[in-house]
T-cell receptor, first 109, second 115 residues
């Protein structure tokens, strides 16, 4: 199982960068690292995923450690709408995605 | 936009009742999933289906069954509801790329209360 470990909660100020860490020391060489977020009263939504290289999209950046045992989701400028639970998820075609408890991000104005 | 809909946002049932939770996706996705979400436990996979009439057990299948008669529809069945099945139930779908788990698209969830 590609189990992940994340802090239960983090706080950020609005318009400041946020770095959300994730440990996934048991991840296999073929497991992708996915990030989802869940806004209040909604289902989770996809944020970003990667395998070995750092990845960027319009929502966030994903920095993956060289040994792939950890990764960091980077929100470049947090807004109040980014307040959510962020899930770091490991998985590949052979193993379904396993969601852990996630990190609750609070953004202060 | 991909749309995953679930038949109810809120549902209240009594112990012993048979409960059906319906999920429909409109993107012709091969894979469909049922999760339950409980405080402190994150999302846990109950069952998934990778094709019509095909199903696989997830991490916590006990007390649940599923049905997939059409590609767009995936049903979760609680044969005899119990109070410990009070939870938020989330349905998701994804396409299937060779060797990759593609992005999962989630519905809004059904909050089920069993009295």
């Amino acid at each position: 199982d590609a189990k992940t470990t994340q802090p239960n909660s983090m706080e950020s100020n609005e318009e400041e960068p946020v770095h959300l860490p994730c440990n996934h020391s048991t991840i296999s060489g073929t497991d992708y690292i996915h990030w989802y977020r869940q806004l209040p009263s909604q289902g989770p939504e996809y944020v970003i995923h990667g395998l070995t290289s750092n990845v960027n999209n319009r929502m966030a950046s994903l920095a993956i450690a060289e040994d792939r045992k950890s990764s960091t989701l980077i929100l470049h400028r947090a807004t109040l709408r980014d307040a959510a639970v962020y899930y770091c998820v490991g998985g590949n075609a052979g193993n379904m995605l396993t969601f852990g408890g996630g990190t609750r991000l609070m953004v202060k104005p | 936009d991909v749309k995953v809909t679930q038949s109810s946002r809120y549902l209240v049932k009594r112990t012993g009742e048979k409960v059906f939770l319906e999920c429909v996706q409109d993107m012709d996705h091969e894979n469909m999933f049922w999760y339950r979400q409980d405080p402190g436990l994150g999302l846990r996979l109950i069952y998934f289906s990778y094709d019509v009439k095909m199903k696989e057990k997830g991490d916590i299948p006990e007390g649940y069954s599923v049905s997939r008669e059409k590609k767009e529809r995936f049903s979760l069945i609680l044969e005899s509801a119990s109070t410990n099945q009070t939870s938020m139930y989330l349905c998701a779908s994804s396409t299937r790329l060779a060797g990759v788990i593609d992005t999962q698209y989630f519905g809004p969830g059904t909050r089920l209360t069993v009295l």
